[in-house]
């Protein structure tokens, strides 16, 4: 059973470009999370999703960021117009449907480089 | 979810049991704790879980006090490879939301 899935591992962009960050959740999982570790800092959540649904972003910046979960495809974190502050490692986490204790279970990472 | 507290930093030699305490006195009844930890660039990985009775696995062993105001989380042998920040997080049973990260402890396993 393949883990959470990301790419790509690594993105360089120029400030005002797209950033696109992909996660496919591990088999039978319908649950994603985003979180943020800016350079020396710890995990941040960011926005949490079901299929089709965006259940809390309150962890997410009013502008420039959104995410989808389709009912098809992987998770989709898009960045918009970035700038040297969204320098950052993007991390997915996964859980599975179900009232167990929902663990997640997180991906390698994108690694964000805003030139 | 009740609010966790570990030391920033602890050491340990190879080879040896490390015994990461956490403090969460304020947790609830319907309350896991988890364990986490994040090797220097790797995604956090997930070490053990548990509610109010030890548990252990292929990683480590979690002892939870029976007032469940804190635990330990227990490496039995350490290695080189286990040097890593190590978070403690108590969060609701049943939750699907997101889990809250501290500044946990940096754990520096030495030969």
């Known amino acids: 059973n393949a883990g959470v899935m990301q790419n790509p591992r690594h993105l360089v962009r120029r400030r005002g470009q797209e950033a696109r960050l992909r996660c496919s959740p591990m088999?039978?999982?319908?649950?994603v999370y985003w979180y943020r570790q800016l350079p020396e800092e710890g995990l941040k959540f960011m926005v949490y999703?079901?299929?089709?649904?965006?259940?809390?972003e309150s962890g997410m910046p009013k502008e420039r960021f959104s995410a989808e979960f389709p009912k098809e495809g992987p998770s989709i974190l898009r960045i918009q117009q970035v700038v040297r502050g969204d320098s950052a490692a993007y991390f997915c986490?996964?859980?599975?449907?179900?009232?167990?204790?929902?663990?997640?279970?997180f991906g390698p990472g994108t690694r964000l480089t805003v030139l | 979810d009740a609010k966790t507290t570990q030391p920033t930093s602890m050491d340990c030699a190879e080879g040896r049991a490390a015994n990461l305490p956490c403090n969460h006195s304020t947790i609830s009844g319907n309350e896991y704790v988890y364990w986490y930890r994040q090797i220097h660039s790797q995604g956090p990985q997930y070490i053990i879980h548990?509610?109010?009775n030890n548990e252990t696995n292929e990683m480590a062993s979690l002892i939870i006090t029976e007032d469940r105001k804190s635990s330990t989380l227990i490496l039995p042998h350490a290695t080189l490879r286990d040097t890593a920040v190590y978070y403690c997080?108590?969060?609701?049973?049943?939750?699907?939301?997101?889990?809250?990260f501290g500044k946990g402890t940096k754990l520096s396993v030495k030969p």
């Open positions: 997080i108590v969060r609701v049973a049943r939750s699907q939301g997101n889990l809250i």
């Open positions: 548990g509610l109010k």
């Open positions: 088999k039978g999982h319908s649950h």
């Open positions: 986490a996964s859980s599975p449907p179900g009232q167990g204790a929902n663990t997640q279970y």
């Open positions: 999703l079901q299929k089709e649904n965006i259940i809390d």
